[in-house]
């Protein structure tokens, strides 16, 4: 891919980061751009890396390569180069297509990926030539290291660009017998024909019997070549191997010509004929000298028959993998919004569960228990009204199952009965001390015995005068005698245990009320003598009424219960 097409792959990622960051990951927003940076600067490294690796595979000089239109084939050739090439630059453009040099110490997969960086369109044009010349090789197992690694560095060339690359393989051989070039072409689908420089191709029976006893003799030295070709180069590239794949060669090639410059005079091919023809020199069959000096072109007639390799263009390529970097994204936002779901699925089963545990009677965790249930109502409400939140889209929402367990669970709420209302305080009930009048008082008597004063003190000890209390003492008579003298009798009665509590606890007078009731209160029958005893009494109380009982330098105070007034109490 071009450096522009890797900026926009680059750029692609990041707005795919940042919308799954800060859209779909359940995490502060803080945290969204914390992970978002993170995202950025492996995607800033892995370029970084990218451009690092770009800048160190420059190894050619390609200015001579043709347009960026150019659509016929481009080959790659190495291995046996000829040693005077036809022009300084490594790349020379003919009729039928493109040829490619590359040198022994550079690597064929760093050159094919810099040609398509500079012309990423060619990558279905690109193929690959290995060109073998057995008279320049001493040492077969030399040999066949060489081709294993040219094996790797094809493999590792496919796998990388995703294009298919063709193989061609090239056997090529300098002998005196002719003095043209003679190829002869193996073709997948077709049998083996036979190409001269100046005439059309044909077969080897059609060449042979046209070419006479030479055309048969160069055939035999090119069935040895052929013999020599399988069993020390194609094998090589077609031998099972764990490490590295099979290639099968698109074409095989075979050519003859003239004598071959830098030929050894002991070689793996001479070695060869040797053992197969159990000759060291045939006539006509001379090896090449090492004073020769002849051009070998290269097999241009091939060209127009190369396969279109298969693969992506370089923007089919970047339409790829910018697809597979919004898959990824895709699929990262769908699990953000799976996970999102099931949180708020796992939340609010858990509030739900939370509420039904607790007991209703149990008011305060209850109450807690379904404010937080209305609080998820409301969210989910929220999002029924106003739509489901980015986070949780992509149709895996749950919160539609969610609302009717959680209103449901509301509307079995039972809220706690109402505190009572206060209750207002009782009327203090006056505190009543009985005196038997019998006990005071002679009979018909208003004057206090002499014996009686000890029983007034043990039995007055809990009245006491307090401001905002009074002291009512009411005398009481049975039925016997004249009801209005007992009216009297009993008011005077009253007045003087009043006036023994006055002088004797030195309380001011308007702490006292008296009052005398006669035989009209009785508590008792006056039938019979013990009830008309039970009459005949005094009766002490304190009754709160506001403004009672001012004690000199005291400020009255108020009785809670209201006022009682006097002429209530002589009701």
Same mark, same amino acid.
């Given at each position: ?36 940076? #993170? ?25 001579? =390569?043709?347009?960026? +239109?150019?659509? %016929? ?14 022009? &300084?630059?490594? !790349?020379?453009? !003919?009729? %039928? ?46 040999? $066949? ?32 017998? $002719? ?29 042979? +019997? ?7 003799? &160069? ?28 290639? @099968?060669? #698109? ?18 091919? $001479? ?10 020199? !045939? ?23 190369? *396969?279109?390799?298969?693969?992506? #263009? ?56 379904? @404010? ?13 009204? /106003?739509? !489901? ?63 009686? $004063?000890?029983?007034?003190? /043990? ?7 307090? *401001? ?10 049975? /039925? +016997?005698? /004249?009801?209005? =003298? ?42 019979? *003598? ?26 009255? +105070? ?14």
């Amino acid at each position: 891919m071009s450096p522009a097409q890797q900026r926009g792959l680059a750029l692609w990622a990041v707005l795919l980061s940042a919308v799954v960051c800060l859209g779909f990951l359940q995490v502060t927003r803080r945290g969204s751009v914390l992970v978002l940076l #993170t995202v950025l600067g492996l995607i800033l490294a892995c370029w970084y890396v990218a451009s690092r690796r770009v800048q160190h595979d420059v190894t050619l000089r390609l200015d001579d =390569l043709p347009e960026a +239109t150019y659509r %016929q084939p481009v080959v790659l050739v190495c291995g046996d180069l000829p040693l005077a090439w036809p022009q &300084q630059s490594p !790349v020379l453009t !003919v009729t %039928q297509g493109c040829w490619i040099r590359v040198e022994d110490h550079q690597d064929l997969e760093q050159v094919a990926r810099q040609v398509l960086r500079q012309r990423p369109d060619w990558g279905r044009q690109l193929s690959v030539m290995v060109s073998v010349c057995p008279q320049k090789h001493a040492d077969c197992e030399a040999l $066949t290291s060489r081709l294993l690694t040219l094996r790797w560095q094809i493999s590792q060339l496919r796998k990388d660009t995703g294009h298919s690359v063709p193989l061609v393989l090239n056997g090529q051989v300098g002998s005196a017998m $002719t003095n043209d070039l003679l190829w002869q072409a193996a073709m997948p689908g077709e049998g083996v024909r036979v190409w001269r420089e100046s005439s059309a191709p044909s077969s080897i029976a059609a060449w042979v +019997t046209t070419g006479g006893t030479p055309a048969m003799q &160069q055939q035999v030295l090119m069935n040895s070549l052929m013999s020599w070709f399988h069993r020390h180069v194609k094998a090589v590239f077609l031998d099972e191997n764990p490490d590295v794949p099979t290639i @099968a060669p #698109t074409a095989v090639l075979w050519g003859m010509g003239p004598i071959l410059a830098g030929s050894l005079a002991s070689s793996a091919w $001479t070695a060869w004929l040797s053992r197969h023809t159990a000759m060291q020199q !045939v006539t006509g069959w001379q090896p090449v000298g090492t004073d020769s000096t002849v051009i070998s072109p290269f097999p241009d007639f091939v060209l127009p028959l190369l *396969p279109e390799g298969r693969g992506l #263009t370089s923007r089919g390529r970047a339409w790829r993998c910018a697809l597979g970097i919004f898959t990824l994204a895709a699929i990262a936002a769908l699990l953000s919004s799976g996970w999102n779901n099931r949180q708020l699925l796992h939340r609010v089963s858990f509030d739900i569960a939370r509420y039904d545990r607790i007991p209703m009677d149990d008011y305060g965790p209850k109450t807690d228990a379904v @404010a937080v249930l209305r609080e998820d109502a409301a969210q989910l409400d929220d999002q029924a009204r /106003n739509g !489901v939140p980015a986070r949780m889209s992509l149709g895996l929402y749950q919160g539609e199952r969610l609302r009717m367990p959680v209103l449901d669970a509301i509307r079995s709420y039972v809220p706690p009965p109402p505190p009572p209302k206060p209750q207002p305080k009782p009327k203090p009930v006056p505190k009543i001390v009985r005196l038997d009048s019998m006990s005071l008082f002679d009979s018909g008597k208003s004057v206090l015995k002499a014996g009686s $004063t000890k029983m007034l003190i /043990n039995s007055l000890l809990g009245i006491k005068a307090k *401001p905002g209390w009074l002291i009512v003492v009411a005398g009481h008579t049975d /039925n +016997t005698g /004249n009801p209005a =003298l007992n009216q009297v009798l009993s008011r005077k009665r009253a007045a003087a245990v009043r006036d023994w509590m006055r002088d004797t606890g030195d309380v001011p007078e308007s702490c006292f009320a008296v009052q005398g009731y006669g035989e009209s209160r009785p508590v008792a029958t006056n039938d019979t *003598p013990k009830g008309r005893a039970l009459n005949r009494r005094v009766e002490i109380s304190l009754v709160p009424q506001a403004d009672a009982c001012r004690i000199p330098g005291n400020t009255p +105070t108020s009785s809670l219960d209201g006022d009682v007034s006097k002429n209530e109490m002589e009701k």
